[in-house]
């Protein structure tokens, strides 16, 4: 059974780097499309961007120039940084796998990043 | 980018009720439509894709269908634990995926 974790802190100060780690247990993470999507009440469900264990990523326009994403085959994980945070970045932040025909067929539970000083 | 809507924004059903939700996309999207359920505290789950295909253990009183831009969710007969929110997304594009912003079903 596929399960993802997401772990990181929970409270990021403004103008620092949120950073998140998904760690996927029951599947490998090869070879597969991984993504980072974040739920607000004021955005509703926004991508962030995914990659791919070869390393190719695509972010979303809106925060690319604030987005990284990386991938550790050896350990089964995929990472977020997302720098330069504001209070509009406070969310519910999921990690996810895409389906072979590209919809999110298995998420995790979800971690709340607040930013606030 | 696309935009997706919802329509309703939300409803309230009874147990056994028939209930359809409504997506449409801004721009045409083939079959490349995906239905998510949401209940509070919960990651979305996967109930639909290419439009009309449920995913493997989705009960069959869940149906989507269309094509384009309009597309369809239908519960045939509402059971106690569908009350959730339910959400479209279009994966036409892959270089950007799209939610809607949701379709709460609550017990009337």
């Known amino acids: 059974q596929v399960q993802l974790q997401e772990s990181g802190p929970g409270l990021v100060k403004p103008s620092e780097t949120l950073s998140l780690t998904c760690t996927v247990s029951g599947a490998s993470i090869s070879p597969n499309y991984w993504s980072w999507i974040r739920q607000s009440p004021d955005k509703g469900l926004e991508w962030i961007g995914f990659i791919h264990d070869s390393g190719f990523t695509s972010y979303n326009p809106s925060l690319k120039s604030r987005v990284t994403i990386a991938v550790d085959t050896s350990r089964n994980q995929f990472s977020l940084k997302l720098n330069s945070v504001t209070a509009a970045d406070t969310a519910v932040y999921y990690c996810?796998?895409?389906?072979?025909?590209?919809?999110?067929?298995?998420w995790g539970q979800g971690t709340l990043v607040t930013v606030s000083s | 980018d696309i935009q997706m809507t919802q329509s309703p924004s939300s409803l309230s059903a009874s147990v056994g009720d028939r209930v359809t939700i409504t997506c449409r996309a801004s721009q045409g999207i083939t079959n490349s439509l995906a239905w998510y359920q949401q209940k509070p505290g919960k990651p979305p789950k996967f109930l639909v894709y290419a439009a009309s295909t449920l995913e493997s253990g989705v009960p069959p009183r869940f149906s989507g269908s269309g094509s384009g831009t309009e597309f369809t969710l239908t519960i045939s007969s509402l059971e106690p634990e569908d009350f959730a929110t339910y959400y479209c997304?279009?994966?036409?594009?892959?270089?950007?995926?799209?939610f809607g912003p949701g379709t709460k079903v609550d017990v009337k």
């Open positions: 997304q279009q994966y036409y594009y892959t270089s950007l995926f799209t």
């Open positions: 996810a796998r895409h389906s072979n025909v590209w919809p999110f067929d298995h």
